[in-house]
């Protein structure tokens, strides 16, 4: 798949000139997006910030959207925000403007101060960031009591080569707004008035018409939600220390080294993330207590970028403020997964590309949950049902396998493909098996046996066989065990929730192979009774599809 990545840099500016008595207090907004080297990289991802801001009241939303787009299909993107900021005072009877942060100038929004933050706390600035928290309060993310999530209108810029942001009340594009800085020109590229909760579910404000007046098709759209926060924004450390099934959701991860915050998620089409930033608001008291009768400008700089899942090496380019976080690539890797929908996210067939999954990964498709085997060329992929079918025998393996099939959605049957009609299994004595590498882990000596249907029963397609579910052998189950395999270990080889599963080779008479479980977790036992039915475990379905 090509390469997609898309960068916008925004510039938020809170130009405040104060005077101290009373008489005079006046704000100003700006957003820019500016073409710069990362554009080189471009390849029209299909994302928009938007950046909602109202002067009165200091509200200020940041987040990003996935429009998506008929040409790009459906595919996730992945988002970073990272925010500058400048400040500058000019005290009564002074000339200039000073900048609190040395050798930042507002015309060069590189000498900016990205916003570095504790390494356990987002909310507490470091480094030169200090110097803004006498003056000013940011809120990081969403949360209001009784709420799930706000509302929003979406985008009617589906241009992809568009560097425009969704500017909305006070905001500013810079491109819209020619570059003016004067507070005054209309640099607005989306609806609204920048206020909290403008949009809503219902109501007068929940729809809107596009007259063309704005960037975009001239079209009515409708309200959508938010994804819930599902966790307030935290700091890459914080990340760390959660569980591992946690580590990625609907929320914003600051890696305080270089001050971009990721989105821990794939951003759906369709989708718009929580807010990153809630409001920008000036301590008033403070700023009074600090300088009297003078004014200070400051601003907020919002530097975006949104790629591609399979180009998250873009994101550990090396980066001008500095080293990544070291554990930057396990986020990412988490977030990213394969670039298929999340393992715990019911979706067709038709939503995978199992050519990029690797051997291990859990998926559920059409209703039911599975582990991916092993791409076996030419468009034939191998998998099997995550759990087993409890309370199943060896006996039953073979009926239950029919009616399992049988019970599968129409649209994942179609991508089955054709297996033998049977299998020569041949058996083996589960005392005759030696074995290497682990406690009961890979057999050594299969070939060896006098025995040789055991290990030819190899599962594959056959072009003129049956369209059906099977068990996987004894040698399938070999192959398949390994570091960088689908059963990386032991415990990799259970089903889910430490099941044992059938194998379909037989053992001694009356007996039949399984992989164990409980304390004999993921070893191979030729000892199983072909009557045993238990509630910990049974039959474990596999199916090689077509794609």
Request: aromatic residues 10%.
């Amino acid at each position: 798949m090509r390469q997609r990545k898309r960068k916008l840099i925004t510039i938020a500016i809170l130009a405040l000139a104060l005077l101290i008595g009373g008489t005079f207090a006046y704000t100003a907004f700006n957003q820019q997006a500016l073409n710069d080297r990362a554009n080189a990289f471009r390849s029209h991802a299909p994302g928009r910030i938007h950046d909602y801001y109202n002067r009165d009241t200091g509200n200020k939303d940041i987040f990003a959207e996935n429009y998506g787009h008929d040409a790009e299909g459906e595919e996730p993107i992945m988002v970073r925000i990272r925010l500058s900021e400048y400040m500058a005072i000019q005290r009564l009877g002074e000339d200039v403007f000073i900048p609190v942060v040395e050798h930042s100038e507002r015309d060069d929004t590189r000498t900016w101060t990205p916003y570095r933050s504790a390494q356990n706390d987002i909310n507490v600035r470091t480094g030169d960031s200090l110097a803004f928290n006498d003056y000013i309060n940011l809120t990081f993310g969403w949360q209001r009591a009784g709420q799930e999530a706000p509302w929003y209108m979406p985008t009617f810029n589906h241009e992809l080569e568009s560097l425009k942001t969704a500017a909305a009340g006070h905001a500013r594009d810079y491109i819209q707004g020619d570059g003016a800085k004067d507070g005054e020109t209309d640099g607005t590229t989306h609806p609204g008035d920048g206020t909290d909760a403008y949009w809503t579910e219902t109501g007068p404000n929940s729809s809107y018409t596009n007259t063309g007046t704005g960037p975009g098709a001239a079209i009515m759209q409708e309200t959508k939600q938010h994804l819930r926060q599902e966790r307030p924004p935290m700091t890459i450390q914080q990340w760390e220390q959660l569980n591992p099934n946690q580590r990625f959701g609907n929320f914003w991860v600051l890696d305080h080294n270089t001050g971009w915050a990721y989105w821990a998620e794939l951003l759906e089409q369709d989708e718009a993330t929580s807010y990153l930033l809630d409001a920008a608001v000036v301590r008033d008291e403070v700023v009074r207590r600090s300088f009297v009768n003078g004014s200070y400008y400051y601003a907020i700089h919002v530097d975006s970028q949104v790629i591609s899942p399979l180009t998250i090496d873009r994101f550990l380019e090396d980066d001008d403020q500095g080293h990544h976080d070291t554990r930057l690539a396990d986020f990412l890797e988490v977030v990213a997964g394969d670039g298929n929908p999340r393992w715990n996210r019911d979706s067709p067939p038709s939503a995978f590309n199992f050519a990029i999954m690797r051997p291990g990964r859990i998926f559920t498709m059409a209703g039911q949950q599975y582990r991916y085997l092993e791409d076996m060329g030419s468009g034939n992929h191998m998998i099997i049902r995550n759990e087993p079918i409890r309370e199943r025998s060896f006996a039953q393996q073979e009926g239950e396998l029919t009616t399992w099939y049988g019970a599968l959605a129409p649209e994942v049957r179609d991508i089955v493909a054709p297996v033998a009609s049977s299998f020569m299994t041949g058996n083996v004595i589960d005392g005759s098996v030696n074995f290497t590498g682990g406690t009961r882990w890979l057999p050594s000596n299969l070939v060896a046996l006098s025995n040789q249907d055991v290990h030819q029963d190899i599962t594959r397609v056959v072009p003129d066989g049956v369209k059906r579910a099977v068990a996987l052998s004894l040698v399938d189950v070999t192959r398949l065990s390994g570091p960088d395999l689908a059963f990386p270990d032991h415990a990799g080889r259970v089903g889910f929730n430490n099941r044992w599963w059938w194998l379909r080779t037989p053992g001694a008479p009356g007996n039949a192979w399984l992989v164990n479980s409980g304390i004999y977790v993921g070893q191979l036992r030729g000892n199983g009774g072909v009557n045993l039915s238990t509630a910990y475990g049974g039959v474990r379905p596999v199916l090689i599809i077509h794609q």
